[in-house]
């Protein structure tokens, strides 16, 4: 979908959203320990699906090897091509030995991962966010204070910081003084 107006924009936050709920619903319906621990062969299911719509909005990149330098986009007779998949193929062992045997390219596969390991743990952040909405049902919100009860509130604050700044050594937290300010405040209302 392409966005053009508000109303294309609220519509597609909230498709996506929506999928975002569908999608928990299922995960914890087939898998309810997935909050707790789940299996390995889930992970590895919802992994395959993240990295799926990752190649789609990360394209991979062609690079050529030039005088021993590996540019983007060249015509080099060797080319490589990087995407999430090839830099996921490595194993940690193999892709740790690249940092020796060809550090370009072994940076260049890095940006990758890295760029990956953010994207999947937010992404399974998001599911288990939801999947957490969902068994403990809606938050309910506690009722609003009066604006007396919370300039009570923020003034007993203020005397506990005093008395912790004070008990740390600082000079400039006067007890005494608080406390004849916080008098002087609340006779002025």
């Not at 809606?138 to 300039?151: G, N, W």
Request: proline fraction near 4%; aromatic fraction near 8%.
């Amino acid at each position: 979908m392409i966005i053009k107006t508000y109303r294309d924009a609220a519509y597609s936050a909230a498709l996506a959203t929506d999928t975002v709920v569908d999608s928990a619903r299922f995960v914890h319906e087939k898998c309810p320990t997935f909050l707790d621990g789940a299996p390995d062969e889930v992970v590895e299911e919802l992994d395959e699906g993240f990295m799926l719509r990752y190649s789609e909005t990360h394209k991979p990149k062609t690079f050529s090897r030039i005088d021993g330098n590996l540019v983007e986009n060249s015509k080099g007779k060797e080319k490589i091509e990087v995407s999430i998949f090839y830099a996921m193929s490595f194993t940690p062992q193999a892709f740790g030995a690249l940092r020796n045997e060809d550090p370009q390219l072994h940076a260049l596969i890095k940006v990758w991962r890295d760029a990956w390991s953010k994207y999947r743990s937010n992404r399974h952040g998001d599911l288990k966010r939801e999947v957490r909405r969902l068994i403990d049902g809606p938050q309910t919100r506690s009722p609003t204070k009066a604006f007396s009860e919370v300039v009570n509130d923020a003034l007993d604050n203020l005397v506990t910081r005093c008395k912790n700044s004070k008990a740390r050594g600082d000079e400039t937290a006067n007890l005494d003084l608080l406390n004849r300010q916080i008098v002087a405040f609340k006779s002025a209302q």
